[in-house]
């Protein structure tokens, strides 16, 4: 079994260095700690975490909260969250709440009772003044979560932005009568989208409609009966729909299909996050795209840098832009032939 020493050996550097390494030692170059991680990998030395976190008081343990595993945008941050967390000798813990309030705080007193180091919140279902307190026991870092009160770090897209231009696309296309569909009704980034949405809206001189407005839609099976209820109302309905997730369009579209309707020409769908079933779709599925990977590891640097130096507070903002790509569910092909990607 390897030791420390052949790790110090096989790097080139002094036991020491490796040692800082392995502790998360802030003054060590890059070039030291890729030499380390290196040699540790060739010889298969693994970190005993058990010593390490009674030197430093730490469990080498960070929780992240997802409201659904099915999710595609939540397995893919995880995916990426979970590769930053190793590459600095963590562990990542996944704790999925189903949207729901006492679940999270179950999940958030792992911060409280130490048997993490930092949790990273996905979708908060509480009150910010309910989080607020566990504050005292480690950070938190909200990821694809925006809280206006939180004096902690946020990494997230301008919802507000993808909202609007995604609207502002199905406007140029000619619609007037367009539906908005959002997952959590009461959540910062559903607001922000609709908030884009209607900015949109206004801009054209289109009155907003709550009839058109399709709340709590988060699956699949959402998406199937919001294309029913669309299609039961005749000639009284949308024309295109704002979704805000790749799976409930996904859903409209198959439906769609099965009622023998022509998506865009009956219905134009926007999906969100540009999943992999937006490619398979047939027609492929208009959508928004988030920079998941690079959320993901600005996440694990903050939080990274949050437990070395102890700092629970301090408000940090992190906004990433989106990319509208557009496909064969919002313009006809031949449309299509004439715009750039």
């Known amino acids: 079994m390897a030791t420390i020493e052949d790790v110090a050996r096989r790097a080139g550097l002094s036991r020491t260095t490796v040692s800082r390494v392995i502790n998360e030692h802030p003054y060590v170059s890059i070039a030291k700690k890729k030499k380390v991680m290196e040699a540790m990998e060739e010889l298969g030395y693994v970190p005993n975490s058990a010593a390490r976190s009674l030197r430093n008081q ?16 939540f397995s893919q941050l995880i995916e990426t969250l979970e590769h930053a967390a190793s590459e600095s000798f963590h562990q990542l813990i996944i704790c999925q709440t ?9 999940y958030l007193n792992l911060l ?9 919140l996905t979708s908060a279902e509480n009150d910010w003044s309910v ?10 870092v909200l990821c694809n979560e925006f809280e206006e009160r939180a004096n902690v770090p946020m990494i997230f897209m301008n919802q507000k932005e993808a909202g609007y231009k995604a609207t502002k696309h199905l406007i140029e296309m000619g619609h007037r009568k367009i539906a908005y569909c959002c997952g959590r009704y009461r959540s910062n980034v559903a607001n922000a989208r609709e908030e884009g949405f209607k900015k949109a809206l206004a801009e054209a001189g289109i009155a907003f409609d709550e009839i058109d407005a399709f709340r709590e839609a988060i699956t699949s099976e959402d998406g199937i009966d919001i294309f029913n209820g669309i299609r039961s109302r005749g000639s009284n309905r949308p024309t295109a729909i704002f979704t805000g997730s790749d799976e409930v369009a996904a859903g409209i579209i198959s439906e769609a299909a099965r009622c023998n309707w022509n998506i865009p020409r009956d219905l134009a769908v926007t999906g969100f996050d540009n999943q992999v079933i937006t490619e398979l779709m047939n027609p492929r599925i208009t959508t928004v795209e988030q920079p998941v990977c690079e959320m993901a590891l600005k996440t694990m640097e903050v939080m990274m840098e949050r437990i070395r130096l102890r700092q629970f507070t301090g408000r940090e903002m992190h906004k990433f832009s989106m990319k509208l790509i557009i496909r064969e569910s919002t313009k006809m092909q031949a449309e299509l032939a004439r715009i750039p990607y």
Do not use: H, W
């Open 58 to 73: 730490r469990t080498g343990v960070i929780a992240v909260l997802i409201p659904r595993v099915m999710n595609p945008f």
């Open 131 to 140: 989080i607020e307190e566990y504050l005292d026991y480690g950070p938190i």
């Open 112 to 120: 409280k009772t130490r048997q993490v180091d930092g949790v990273i």
């Open 98 to 106: 189903q949207y729901s309030a006492k679940k999270e705080l179950m």
